[in-house]
Each structure stands twice: as C-alpha cells, then as structure tokens.
Nanobody, 125 residues
Framework: QLQLVESGGTLVQPGGSLRISCVAS????????IYWFRQAPGKEREGVSF????????SYADSVKGRFTISRDNAKNTAYLRMDSLKPEDTAIYYC??????????????????WGQGTQVTVSS
C-alpha cells in the first residue's frame, strides 16, 4: 500500500520561491504517475501539475505555467513541486496524489488511488 507524505509548505512573501516534497513509502514510486493538486478556502480542488512515472512527460495548469516546475527522484521515492514567483492567489493546501493510471493534468480527483495529507502554502506579505 503506497503512502504519501507532503512537506515543505510554509509562509512565503509574494515573489518568493518554495519547493514542496512528496515522499512515498510502502511501495516503489516509479510505478506511479504523480499529480499535484491544491485547494484554497472556499474553492474546489484543482489540478496544478502532473508528471509521468518515468518523468518523461509533465504538464501544468495555465495559472502556474512558467512559474512551477514538477520533478521526481525515483531513487529517493520522492516527487517535488518547485514554485517560483509566488502570488497570493497560490495560497492553498497542496496535495500530491499517485496512480498507475495516466490521466495527465485532467485527472479526476475522485479517481486517484493514493493521496497525501496536504501541506499548507501561504503567500502573503
């Protein structure tokens, strides 16, 4: 059974940078495609980024394209989301999810098998 734990969320000033991590245990992360979602207060969960199991394919929501970078280190069983030029509207709980199914950025949240507990990112001065 795959377990995911996110970390690295914190308070950061607008324009700042942050890298959050998603560490897997219980299974080999290289089997799974990784999805990053976020949920702001009062809003629905939205897909932010996707990376394929091999790392060869990535995709980003328009709202973060050019500012966020997804990556993974299968040897460390870890996925990352690097966030640059952060804006107050990036404030949300960020979740990683994993599934052997390849949905790409349009993954249905309810259809993904494994989720972490989330990490809070707050962008504010």
């Amino acid at each position: 059974q795959l377990q995911l734990v996110e970390s690295g969320g914190t308070l950061v000033q607008p324009g700042g940078s942050l890298r959050i991590s998603c560490v897997a245990s219980g299974s080999t992360l290289s089997y799974y495609n990784i999805y990053w979602f976020r949920q702001a207060p009062g809003k629905e969960r939205e897909g932010v980024s996707f990376i394929s199991a091999s790392g060869g394919a990535t995709s980003y929501a328009d709202s973060v394209k050019g500012r966020f970078t997804i990556s993974r280190d299968n040897a460390k069983n870890t996925a990352y989301l690097r966030m640059d030029s952060l804006k107050p509207e990036d404030t949300a709980i960020y979740y990683c999810a994993a599934d052997t199914a390849y949905y790409g950025l349009g993954a249905p949240p309810d259809g993904l098998d494994y989720w972490g507990q989330g990490t809070q990112v707050t962008v504010s001065s």
